[in-house]
């Protein structure tokens, strides 16, 4: 079971309490947090090697909205695939899920040329109601122009080099086509994440991204109420830098965030890799869950006399990152056909922490930015969590500190 621990953070951005009234852009210096919603799926067989998913939203307390969009998702996902007689998969993505709105992504694909076809869910969670392209922005923005600088900078990107101008320059007539075809449609293609708004146009695909426009994007406050429209059954990541998208399945405990007013935590621990397909016995490993869960409360621990550091220094400000890792000890043997496993009753843990002090105008001038940024582009990203650079300090002061020992976890 995924542990998703509630974070500190200075830099609040209220989501609970925000409504109509109170719309406004993205806080680049905010958090948001993800919808306590699941996002289930149904199943049936495609052939004998594929299946067909379709996505099922769970969690939401008016089961009257959560029929209504799951009924829309199953008609409109099934007459995609009857649409076609030759499929090779049927599946999902879920691009957004916070803010009380979703965006998912459902597609099909075949043999030959185009290759696959999508679909977008794109709702408001709180009366059900399908999204329009125009509901994401400020009621003032000028979308035709966003709209334009995505296309256009999507086809430079593949355009001719202009070596007089030094840059890739798109067919003109090509975009203005593009642009005007996609206005014109009345049900607009699109998707979007925390981070960016997807436009489909035929074969034609181009991103707005969201921290280029922060003033012009609502989405994050358009629709949150004054209370919780979930159950609260499921929970999702919270207090996550604006702008920056999650990945489901990298972490076993995330808690990052603002201790006090001077030190940004960082105690992250990936998934411990388990072979899938020749798994321990049911004894050796929930021996294993044990040992691992007393060890992360082990690690957790190390974590305090850092905190008590900041509090006896409040003019610095204090970084710490710690990213342990527990790994049984396995080996494993290719007979030819499969890998056999062999697991041992010895586990190791390693563990890793970083320290960066500095003086708190040095945070503020530098390392406020660069947390955000590193968060924002680069932690979930990146398996075991992102680490700042040691390279080039600005001015703070680095000490780390690295342990590996093992265990027999079968004997405690």
């Known amino acids: 079971m995924k542990k998703i621990i509630p974070f500190i953070l200075i830099f609040t951005f209220l989501l609970s309490g925000c409504n109509a009234q109170s719309l406004k852009g993205i806080d680049l210096y905010g958090t948001y947090d993800e919808n306590d919603l699941f996002i289930d799926e149904t199943v049936s067989p495609l052939n004998e090697h594929e299946e067909i998913k379709i996505p099922v939203i769970k969690g939401l307390k008016d089961t009257k909205v959560q029929d209504k969009i799951n009924g829309e998702i199953h008609d409109r996902a099934n007459a995609l695939i009857e649409k076609h007689t030759h499929i090779n998969y049927a599946n999902y993505y879920t691009r957004a899920n916070f803010a009380n709105v979703i965006s998912i992504d459902f597609s099909v694909g075949f043999e030959e040329f185009p290759y696959a076809e999508h679909i977008h869910f794109n709702y408001n969670l ?38 007089a101008k030094k840059l890739h320059s798109p067919n003109e007539n090509e975009v203005y086509k593009i642009v005007k075809g996609f206005m014109e449609e009345e049900n607009k293609q699109f998707a979007f994440s925390p981070s960016g708004i997807y436009l489909y146009y035929k074969e034609n695909f181009a991103e707005i991204k969201m921290v280029e426009y922060p003033e012009d994007i609502a989405i994050y406050s358009k629709y ?94 204090y970084i710490v990152l710690s990213k342990p890792s527990f790994n049984m000890t396995i080996d494993s043997e290719y007979d030819g056909e499969k890998w056999n496993y062999t697991y041992h009753d010895t586990a190791e843990i390693n563990s890793h922490i970083q320290l960066f002090e500095m003086p708190m105008e040095i945070y503020e001038t530098v390392y406020k930015d660069k947390i955000i940024e590193t968060y924002r582009y680069a932690y979930f990203a990146m398996r075991g969590g992102a680490w700042l650079d040691t390279e080039n300090l600005d001015g703070a002061t680095f000490h780390e500190t690295n342990d590996s020992q093992t265990y027999n976890y079968m004997e405690g």
Not at 142 to 149: A, K, M, P, T, W
Not at 247 to 261: H, S
Not at 282 to 299: G, L, N, T, W
């Open 224 to 317: 949150m109420t004054d209370d919780s429209i979930f159950t609260g059954e499921y929970e999702g990541y919270k207090n996550i830098f604006t702008c920056a998208d999650t990945q489901y399945d990298i972490f076993d405990v995330i808690e990052y965030g603002y201790k006090e007013d001077n030190l940004w935590y960082d105690f992250a621990v990936g998934q411990t890799y388990i072979p899938y397909d020749n798994p321990p016995s049911d004894e050796r490993k929930e021996k294993f869950d044990e040992f691992v869960e007393r060890a992360i409360e082990e690690e957790r621990a190390k974590l305090l006399p850092f905190f008590e550091k900041a509090k006896a220094n409040p003019d610095k400000f």
């Open 126 to 163: 709180v009366n059900g109601e399908e999204l329009k392209l125009e509901d994401l922005f400020m009621p003032d923005t000028d979308i035709l122009s966003l709209v334009r600088s995505a296309f256009y900078k999507e086809l430079a990107f593949y355009g001719e080099y202009d070596h």
